[in-house]
């Protein structure tokens, strides 16, 4: 058997970051068993229907480097009003691959289930459901229909006026679901809502499109979040009423934010374009959603993995039961690691549009502002986390920077006239200096700190706040290498004016 799974996202919003791990999931498992990984776009919610999420959901998909098999073909996209969906259109045996696109097929099926005696016609009002609703929860009932319109005559809701098509769950038995993460979890059959399959305006809900889509794209492995797992009752009674062999059912746990609750915007960002604009890498983003609730085997303590590595392990059975908690230190921590293993040269590529966001760096950017750039990269990969952190890092090289405070400027156990002291004798001894890089900048500043009989940390702190306005930076040598002999000549003689003035 090979291996078919999919990921069926709906475009009334960019999805959720536990969506997006349901994602991974299924990628590593159909590349783990050489199998296919599609994308379908369920899009039956015309009232929220977003065009451009399409997009967006299929542009975060590939930038997390989920490649997919099979998905909807550029005339599919065009159709649907997709802006740029040339660039993501992939095709398919089993298209089409957007639910509004799929439409002929539903009906027929929910004629046909009509006509078995698995399904009804109900034309009761909104308003009349809304009644109910209000009632039912004023008694603290779950809201369930109450099958009004069931077992009227055939005849008595004409398939010309405004109504909806019905599931007939049977009224007695159980529906055992078998799950092969939660184990068999087993449903009365009267505690199942008549759940509608076709609505008023010939899209299908939910339930009736995965079941129809699912068989005719020959799905044989359903891998989704265990929000689902109540609708799953219904699927099978739905397989088992048309007679179709239903798919392995695999329902993965909520990912949870650190405070045990459901991820919410409290809790930092959710979604992958969030995650892409502050900073995160795909790498380090997918190495981090891939253990989110999945761990490599007992007793592993290896945490980073690349991305062939995960395809060799990922094992379903392994994924846990219990809800993953997100930890965003941890996510924080492995994209810093990511960062750090980056060749050089990409790196900087990853951080130029960050330099530019910042307005540090113009765009496009000139041969000679990326080569000071790359002068930059090698001194401040190791103190970046995220991408977002290089303007911080890296401002006062693009800059101007404010006056620092004379108290920022005089270290500890070190007088306000030992600190001015510092800043006179360091311009004495580098404006002379004929060579302005990294070693004889070291050399002459070392034997400034033996001339005075300071400790280097007194030393290089006061000119570190001087060059740069922080306290706290890259190797200091570098850095005035970059900055140039005009900057730190002059950035110094200002310092040293603030201390004249105290």
């Not at 078919?4 to 997006?20: C, F």
């Not at 740029?84 to 539903?106: F, K, N, T």
């Not at 045990?260 to 502050?278: D, Y």
Request: glycine fraction near 6%; charged fraction near 25%.
């Amino acid at each position: 058997m090979t291996v078919r799974v999919r990921i069926a996202p709906s475009p009334t919003g960019e999805p959720h970051v536990g969506n997006v791990r349901t994602a991974v999931f299924n990628w590593l498992f159909a590349r783990h068993t050489g199998g296919q990984f599609i994308v379908r776009i369920e899009d039956t919610d015309r009232t929220r229907y977003q065009p451009k999420t399409v997009c967006t959901i299929l542009a975060g998909l590939r930038w997390l480097g989920l490649e997919w098999d099979e998905g909807p073909s550029l005339e599919e996209l065009e159709r649907s009003g997709v802006p740029d969906g040339a660039q993501y259109a992939v095709g398919g045996p089993c298209g089409p691959y957007i639910q509004s696109e799929r439409l002929a097929l539903y009906r027929p099926i929910a004629e046909k289930l009509i006509a078995a005696g698995w399904a009804y016609r109900c034309n009761c009002t909104p308003e009349r459901l809304a009644d109910l609703r209000t009632a039912q929860r004023a008694s603290k009932d779950s809201f369930m229909y109450d099958r009004r319109c069931r077992d009227l005559p055939t005849r008595a809701i004409s398939p010309d006026e405004p109504h909806v098509v019905r599931l007939r769950v049977p009224l007695d038995g159980q529906t055992v679901v078998p799950d092969r993460i939660k184990g068999d979890m087993v449903y009365d059959n009267a505690t199942i809502d008549d759940q509608v399959l076709l609505k008023s305006d010939g899209f299908p809900t939910y339930h009736l499109a995965v079941v129809v889509d699912d068989y005719h794209m020959d799905i044989t492995h359903v891998i989704r979040g265990d929000a689902w797992i109540s609708s799953t009752p219904k699927h099978l009674l739905l397989y088992q009423a048309l007679g179709w062999p239903a798919p392995l059912y695999y329902h993965v746990p909520l990912v949870l934010g650190s405070d045990g609750k459901p991820l919410a915007k409290r809790h930092g960002a959710t979604s992958i374009s969030q995650f892409r604009q502050q900073g995160y890498l795909p790498e380090a983003l997918f190495n981090f959603l891939a253990f989110l609730g999945w761990a490599p085997g007992e007793g592993e303590e290896q945490e980073i993995f690349d991305r062939a590595e995960l395809v060799q392990r990922f094992d379903l059975e392994r994924v846990n039961k219990a809800p993953a908690i997100l930890s965003y230190d941890k996510l924080i921590w492995t994209n810093g690691v990511y960062i750090r293993n980056l060749p050089e040269k990409e790196l900087l590529e990853q951080l130029v549009p960050f330099w530019q966001q910042a307005g540090l760096v113009p765009d496009p950017c000139p041969p000679e502002t990326r080569a000071t750039l790359a002068r930059i990269v090698p001194l401040i990969r190791e103190r970046l986390k995220l991408l977002t952190d290089v303007a911080e890092w890296t401002d006062y090289f693009f800059q101007d920077i404010p006056l620092p405070p004379a108290e920022s400027l005089i270290e500890k156990k070190m007088t306000a006239a030992q600190s001015l002291d510092v800043l006179v004798r360091t311009q004495r001894v580098l404006a002379p200096l004929p060579d302005w890089s990294e070693e004889p900048l070291e050399r002459v500043l070392r034997g400034l700190i033996e001339e005075m009989g300071l400790k280097a940390g007194q030393v290089f702190g006061t000119i570190r706040t001087a060059t740069t306005g922080k306290l706290a930076t890259p190797p200091l040598f570098g850095i005035l290498s970059i900055l140039g002999r005009e900057k730190v000549l002059a950035r110094l003689e200002a310092a040293e004016g603030v201390l004249r003035r105290e």
